[in-house]
């Protein structure tokens, strides 16, 4: 089955601790992203990936990192200069075409304490 | 500044009755608009779209509607199903830009009692 996994599902980490969340897809889509949910908003772009090997900052892009070293892959790292680090998480991977939709993986919940 | 913005943050409503959702924007450089539907602790689904050239695309007991010179999408859920019951996040993309590269609103609880 083709999709878009994301591990853990939950995640928790000590305050300024860097944590990697992982996103895996089968999908063979070139554009890859990660975007965050916080309680009572919508989803908002942290980094976004249209080709291996490069990437752009989205609209909340500080305080994380990424790498695109694989067309599959698009890990993103919490580090510990994230303000708030705890959210959901989501993955999401598109083809190079305009006017389609995204698909998005299952999430992960990350509790900093 | 919230481009795109879902006024209502809940939404009501018996099954077997119609359901709207609304969602303005201020961009005018968004070209495609989607509705996706999402339950709690899981990433959204997609469930319909439309292009900046159109005014209306249905699938099934979805229909969405696009008034561009307001600047406002309304999603119809007909008829609604207790299924139905989830957030539903209106996105948008501006034209030129990334392909997935998505601005959400803040999400519409709809709830459809038995």
Known sequence: DGG??????????KEGQNVTLSCEQNLNHDAMYWYRQDPGQGLRLIYYSQIVNDFQKGDIAEGYSVSREKKESFPLTVTSAQ?????????????????????FGQGTRLTVV | DQQVKQNSPSLSVQEGRISILNCDYTNSMFDYFLWYKKYPAEGPTFLISISSI????????????????????????????????AVYFCAA??????????TFGQGTILTVHP
Do not use: M
């Not at chain 1, 878009?4 to 980490?13: A, D, G, N, V």
């Not at chain 1, 998480?89 to 598109?94: E, I, K, P, V, W």
């Not at chain 2, 993309?93 to 392909?99: F, H, K, P």
């Open chain 2, 54 to 85: 159109k005014d209306k695309n249905e699938d099934g007991r979805f229909t969405v509607f696009l008034n561009k010179s307001a600047k406002h999408l309304s999603l119809h859920i007909v008829p609604s199903q207790p299924g139905d019951s």
């Open chain 1, 83 to 103: 303000k708030n680090p705890t959210a959901f998480y989501l993955c999401a991977s598109s083809i190079a075409q305009l006017n389609t939709e995204a698909f």
């Open chain 2, 93 to 102: 993309r501006a034209g030129g830009t990334s392909y997935g590269k998505l």
């Open chain 1, 4 to 13: 878009i996994t994301q591990s853990p599902k939950y995640l928790f980490r």
